[in-house]
Each structure stands twice: as C-alpha cells, then as structure tokens.
C-alpha cells in the first residue's frame, strides 16, 4: 500500500494482497499513478497475452493449472491423502504451503480472485483449464476467436525477470522452450466435484468484499493444520465452506477492517477443529 501511495512501479509476488484487499489496492495505485505488474507466472501469461488487443474486445481470461498430485484421484483418495503425496508436486518445486494449495486446486482459486482484481475482470470472464505440461501459463481469448498464450519452461525466472524489465525483454537465464521435445500439449477440464476448492473461490470473487479475505485466512489456517498433521487433506475445503457460510459479508471495508475479517477467519478455523476433538474424546 506504502509503494502504491508513493506511486511506484509495483511488482506483486503472492497473491494475498490482491486476494484480501485487491480493490483497495488497485483504487490506490490508480489515484496516486502507480503501475501493479504481477509476477505470478499464470499472470504475468496474462499481463502479457492482454497486450494483444483492448480491454473490450477480451471475451475470456483462462487460467491454466497443473492439476497437482491429485488430477485423477478418487475422491476418497483426495480426501484421505497423507502429507507426503499432497507434497508431491508433478510439476513444480515449492514451499510447503503453496504445494498444498496446488493439491487442493486452493492455488488456482485464490488465483482467480487476483484476476478478478488485477484485472479488473467479472468473475464469468475467467476460466480454469488443467494443463499438466505447465508450458502454456495462462491464456486470453478475444471475440473474434483468437488466443493468445504465454508459454514457457516451468521456471518462475521468466516471470520475474520480465516484472522487472517491463516494459523491455532482455536475453534471460531460464533454460528456452524446445515443443519438438516436449512433442504434445495436453488440456482439461478440473473435476470440480472434488476441487470444489474452486467453486469456492469464484464465488468470493463473485461476492467480493469480506469474502475473499475470509477464503485466504481460512485456507491458511486450514492448511497449518493439515501440515501439522491433526486433519486429513479433505477438511481444508470443509472449514473453508464452512467459514464462507457463516460470515456475514462486509462491503467497502478499509484495510484494517479487513485485517480483523483474517483474524476471525482464522479463529474460527480453530475454533471448529476444538469442537470436533472434543467430542471425539
């Protein structure tokens, strides 16, 4: 917020802030003139592939996502998974948390969210689309029927590095793209029965105002949890439903406001998991 203020070029590495105060933000930088760049890689695909034609002429923003450990679990498997498989990402090396998220498809959804507001994008606007290659990192399709796609190696060195240089492109040290390697490119739907995880999350963006805030403190809290070993895979979505169904949603909310909705979210997380031990025992 400080660096928006001072109207400063603004290169958004998590999605959090966007995700919890996005309007807030992006009303900041737009009074005080600075430019939000993001470095996430799915958008920065989009920051880039946008560059292709006006605001009014983009019927669809798609995100891509790898589908994680889980692609095509069961959902018993899903559910019941142990730390050890939900870590196991096909594709990418993360932290712990981030690697979770990616199992539960929670990444993609908080994802959505920061489209939404980087954006400035209706929900209905954005897709999700699985692509277990991780070469095309995000797409956008314009009315005439036209996509336009960023692809690359699975390496967050471009992302970042075009943050940094933008608007230029210098020579880059992530390894190039070889497609007669890598020979086919693979696409498909998320099965949203068992990532409901992104069902959630277009309908906080859809809600917008406290809501998305609640959907990352909840998350976050949940998945604490679960690396600590005290709940299964599955309960991450439960407690972030549950938290979704029984806020009262806030609109026009300043930061601070919206600081105290994370930390009731969060408290409400354990406050839940505290009354299911107890009558466990």
Not at 159 to 177: C, D, M, S
Not at 219 to 238: H, K, P
Request: charged share 20%.
């Amino acid at each position: 917020m400080a660096a928006a203020q001072a109207g400063k070029i603004l290169a958004i590495a998590n999605k959090e802030p966007l995700v919890i105060a996005g309007q807030i933000l992006m009303e900041t930088a737009r009074r005080h003139g600075a430019t939000i760049l993001p470095v996430d890689s799915e958008h920065s695909a989009i920051f880039q592939s946008l560059q292709a034609g006006k605001a009014n002429e983009v019927k669809k923003i798609i995100l891509t996502a790898s589908g994680g450990p889980f692609r095509k679990a069961t959902a018993e498997t899903f559910a019941n998974a142990t730390k050890e498989q939900a870590l196991a990402h096909p594709t990418w090396a993360m932290g712990p948390k981030i690697t979770v998220d990616s199992a539960t498809m929670m990444n993609k959804a908080l994802e959505v969210i920061e489209a939404v507001r980087l954006f400035e994008t209706p929900p209905e606007k954005v897709d999700v689309l699985v692509h277990p290659e991780s070469i095309v990192h995000s797409m956008v399709e314009y009315v005439d029927g036209s996509v336009i796609a960023q692809l690359g190696t699975p390496d967050m060195k471009t992302p970042i590095q075009y943050a940094l240089t933008y608007p230029k492109r210098v020579p880059g040290i992530a390894r190039g793209l070889d497609l007669a390697h890598l020979g086919r490119l693979t696409f498909e739907l998320p099965n949203r029965s068992i990532f409901r995880s992104l069902d959630l999350g277009f309908e906080a963006a859809r809600i917008g105002g406290s809501a998305p805030a609640v959907f990352n403190a909840a998350n976050e809290a949940a998945v604490e949890q679960f690396l600590s070993g005290r709940m299964r895979l599955g309960t991450i979505l439960e407690l972030v439903e549950h938290c979704l169904q029984v806020h009262t949603v806030r609109q026009g909310l300043g930061l601070e406001e919206l600081i105290d909705v994370d930390r009731w979210a969060r408290a409400e997380v354990e406050q839940v998991l505290k009354n299911r031990r107890q009558l466990m025992v």
